[in-house]
């Protein structure tokens, strides 16, 4: 099966870029809705819930900086200037992402006091819950199309990891030429 950048990202250098790329941003960006939610419900502007969240937003909105920065110098901008994107399914995922960054870099800016200074507590929490659900329509999106096959849209694989198509790298790192033999059909008759 061919993969999405979006995908093969996340499945190499194990554990790290999985750690890097998904999970830090997704638990706090999650700590920042389900937080959202409770103050929502509680209408408790202050106490340990609103400094998790707060503290969560900041950590988020910060991090995506970084990411975005890294994944366009070292990604977007290669696979776009080599022609390599693996039909519109990969620039969907890989674009998504990114954008989904936007409205966490934005409640960043929001908990720091740079953007809506003059709003109400109760404004700037709806602010919050409009970029949330902006975050999370962005990284289901991204998540959706990052998994699919884009050979369903006609990728025909070729160079993977450097490698031609019709070989295959072994876990050591050796290359085995050759295809990956079809699976055998135990329950054929012949």
């Known amino acids: 099966m061919n993969m999405t950048h979006y995908m093969e990202l996340l499945a190499d250098n194990q554990p790290w870029n999985l750690l890097i790329f998904m999970a830090i ?16 419900y509680t209408r408790k502007f202050g106490g340990w819930v609103r400094t998790v969240n707060r503290t969560a937003g900041v950590l988020v909105g910060l991090y995506f900086i970084g990411i975005i920065g890294y994944l366009m110098s070292n990604a977007v901008i290669p696979i776009t200037r080599a022609g390599e994107w693996r039909t519109i399914l990969d620039v969907i995922a890989v674009a998504t992402y990114l954008i989904g960054g936007v409205p966490m870099i934005l409640i960043a800016l929001l908990e720091l006091g740079i953007l809506h200074r003059g709003a109400s507590e109760e404004k700037k ?21 990052g998994m699919a096959d884009p050979g369903l849209l006609g990728y ?24 990956m033999p079809p699976a055998h059909d135990h329950g054929a008759h012949r």
């Open 25 to 40: 941003p997704v638990v706090l960006a999650e700590t920042v809705a389900i937080t959202e939610l409770y103050i929502l």
């Open 125 to 145: 929490l709806g602010f919050h819950a409009i970029y949330v659900a902006c975050f999370l329509v962005f990284a289901h999106v991204a998540m959706i199309a």
């Open 156 to 179: 025909q694989g070729g160079m993977s990891h450097g490698t031609p198509a019709g070989q295959h790298v072994m876990p050591d790192g050796t290359v085995m030429d050759g295809a």
